[in-house]
């Protein structure tokens, strides 16, 4: 398996990942690699585009129309 020696780490940041390794109940070593595995996993950005379209196809399957001032009501009545 590769390895991989990192020189000159500061030492707050040695300690930032003891720290942190020590939270998640890991070794230092293991600790590193999730950390970078996380850095470099593809994206979990959300789509904004593809999620306002599915909010619009929802809103228009909806048959029910209400304005700005009935769902503040409802909001109102339900805080009571």
Partial sequence: ?????????PASLHRSLKSRAARHKRSLNQE??????????????????????RTRRLRESIKL???????????REGRE
């Fill in 1 to 9: 398996m590769p390895a991989i020696t990192l020189k000159s780490l």
């Fill in 32 to 53: 590193v690699i999730a950390v970078l595995e996380e850095a470099v996993a593809p994206s979990r950005r959300v789509d904004v585009e593809a999620m306002i379209e």
């Fill in 65 to 75: 129309q209400l304005t700005p001032e009935q769902i503040d009501a409802f909001k």
